[in-house]
């Protein structure tokens, strides 16, 4: 039983450590062809928007808040999904709720 404590509080360890690191990654998303690019880190906050004027025509707005919703939605799920791949590592693939 100790064991298993020991165990279990070093994978806590390793999953904190995990996290902290994946707070600190960032994760870029483009959508129409680079007219709107997005960066978020880890934690799916986003960190920068850029519109590249040349590429967007002003007076279709609803495109261009299409392209900023993709490129979000995108940089989050590259984001997620480099947590679960992480945490995968860490768990031997076991799902375990909450991580």
Known sequence: MQQMMKQAKM?????AETQEELKKMEFEASAGGGAVKV???GDQEILEVKLNT???????????????MVAVNDAI???????????????????????
């Open 39 to 41: 960066r978020v880190n």
């Open 77 to 99: 799920k590259q984001s997620k999904d480099e947590a679960k791949n992480k945490m995968a590592g860490l768990t031997g693939g076991m799902n375990i709720p909450g991580f």
């Open 54 to 68: 040349e590429m967007i025509d002003a007076r279709d707005l609803e495109m261009v808040e299409d392209m900023v």
């Open 11 to 15: 994978m806590q360890k390793k999953m």
